[in-house]
């Protein structure tokens, strides 16, 4: 039962070719959404922004998690 052994971590060698292309994809649509949050955060006032700017930039970094909180939580949205 190899699904029960997720705590073994696996090198790129040993990934099938399906794995490696989910690890990729994944890998790039977190890049993209943190660019896409950074470009945003760059461009925006800082008066549309809860919290400082510094404090967005570093939450970005924090894998999916960053850029969806910004996107969500981090611009002040004008009505």
Do not use: C
Request: proline fraction near 4%; aromatic fraction near 12%.
């Amino acid at each position: 039962m190899e699904f029960m052994n997720l705590t073994k971590k696996k090198s790129w060698s040993e990934l099938s070719p399906s794995q490696r292309r989910v690890v990729a994809l994944l890998a790039a649509i977190q890049s993209l959404l943190a660019i896409a949050a950074w470009i945003d955060l760059a461009r925006r006032p800082a008066e549309t922004v809860h919290g400082s700017k510094k404090k967005w930039a570093a939450i970005i970094f924090v894998n999916f998690f960053g850029p969806l909180a910004y996107f969500r939580r981090g611009r002040i949205q004008s009505k």
